[in-house]
């Protein structure tokens, strides 16, 4: 409720919100375990890029095969 009032009363502060929550974009699963598994092998791989190798391996799954990934998946 106080982040709502801020809000409304034109303060602003920050709430822990980063990477493709900024910019409005939603993380699917693929994104999550391309995520999990860069910081599990201790990469170094930024979000956007973690999020645009996601993007072509989908649009490549989609190219080849001719079906789309199932929305549960992806975004």
């Known amino acids: 409720m106080d ?3 801020n809000f409304a009363s034109g ?6 919100n980063t ?5 409005g974009e939603k993380k699917d699963i693929g994104d999550k375990i391309a ?3 860069n910081k599990k ?4 791989v930024s979000d956007s890029q973690l999020e645009s190798g996601t ?4 649009n490549l ?3 080849t095969t001719g079906n789309k990934v199932n929305p549960k998946i992806s975004n």
């Open 35 to 37: 995520g999990f598994l």
């Open 41 to 44: 092998e201790g990469n170094k």
């Open 19 to 23: 990477g493709a929550q900024q910019t």
């Open 11 to 16: 303060n602003s502060q920050n709430t822990g």
């Open 3 to 5: 982040a709502l009032k």
């Open 61 to 63: 799954y989609e190219k």
């Open 55 to 58: 993007d072509k391996a989908r």
